[in-house]
C-alpha cells in the first residue's frame, strides 16, 4: 500500500489561512475585498446567530450530570492535544492518516468508542468546493503534478514557473493542459473529479479509505495556498451563505 500523500505543509497553510483573515478585515487600495469590513462583520454575526437558532440541539438543555461529563472530556481533550505539541505535531493541520494511531491510544479514544454514535449531514468546506477549485485552477500560475507514481497525483501550485519534478512528478500548466483538450468542459470535471471523495466499496480495508480521504482533501487543500484565490474564495462564500443559499 503506498504511503499517505503528503499534505501541504501545516505552518505554510496556517500562515495563509492568518494572512487570508487579517486581509478581509483590514480595509486595502490595492487589492480591495469587495465588501466593507463593517458589512463583513455584520454578516458574520447574522451568519453564527442564524447557525445557533437553527442547529439541531439549539433548543436541548443538558442536565447537571451531563454538564459535568461535557466539562470532562473537554478537559482530557485539552490535555491530549497540547501533549502533541511538544513533539510539534498538531491534531488540527496534520492528516488524519498519520495521527490514527496517536489518536486510537488516547484516554479519549475508548470513552467516546463506547457512547452511543449518530450522525449529521455536513461539509468539510467553508463554501462550494467547485467554486474554490475554479478560482485556483483559471490562474495562469497554476500547476497540477500528474506523474502516476508521484506522492502528490493531481496536487496544485502555484508558481511563476514550472516546478521541479522528482519522486516521480510530472509537473504541468493547468491553463496549458486545459487547452490542449477538445472539451475544456470536460477536462476540468475530470481533474475537479480528483479532489472529491466518494464512499469507497465496503471491501476497501480503513487504512485504504483513511489514505484515499487524505489524498483526496489534501489536493483540494493544496488550492488555497494562494492568497488571492483563498481571499475571493472566502468573501464570494460569505456573500452566498449571507443570502441564504
Sequence with gaps: ?????????????????????????????????????????????????????????????LTDAELKLASILASIRATEIDSQAPHGRSFLTENFASLKST?????????????????ILHSHAPGDPRLLFDLGTAREDCWVDRG???SSLYYFRYSNKAPTNENGSDWVNVTQWRNSHSDPTAFNQMLFEETQFYTPPNKVSKK????????????????????????????ATVKIMSAGR
Design 1 to 61: 500500500t503506498p504511503p499517505p500523500s503528503p499534505m501541504p505543509p501545516p505552518s505554510l497553510f496556517t500562515i495563509t489561512l492568518y494572512l487570508t483573515l487579517l486581509l478581509l478585515l483590514l480595509p486595502s487600495q490595492a487589492a480591495p475585498c469587495g465588501i466593507a469590513c463593517t458589512e463583513y462583520d455584520n454578516q458574520r454575526t447574522a451568519l453564527v446567530h442564524k447557525d445557533r437558532t437553527f442547529r439541531f440541539d439549539a433548543n436541548v438543555t
Design 148 to 150: 502516476p507514481s508521484s
Design 103 to 119: 489518536i486510537e491510544s488516547s484516554k479519549l479514544f475508548p470513552l467516546l468508542s463506547a457512547m452511543p454514535k449518530g450522525s
Design 208 to 235: 485504504d479509505m483513511w489514505i484515499y480521504f487524505d489524498n483526496q482533501i489534501g489536493r483540494m487543500i493544496s488550492l488555497t495556498a494562494n492568497v488571492e484565490v483563498i481571499r475571493s474564495y472566502l468573501v
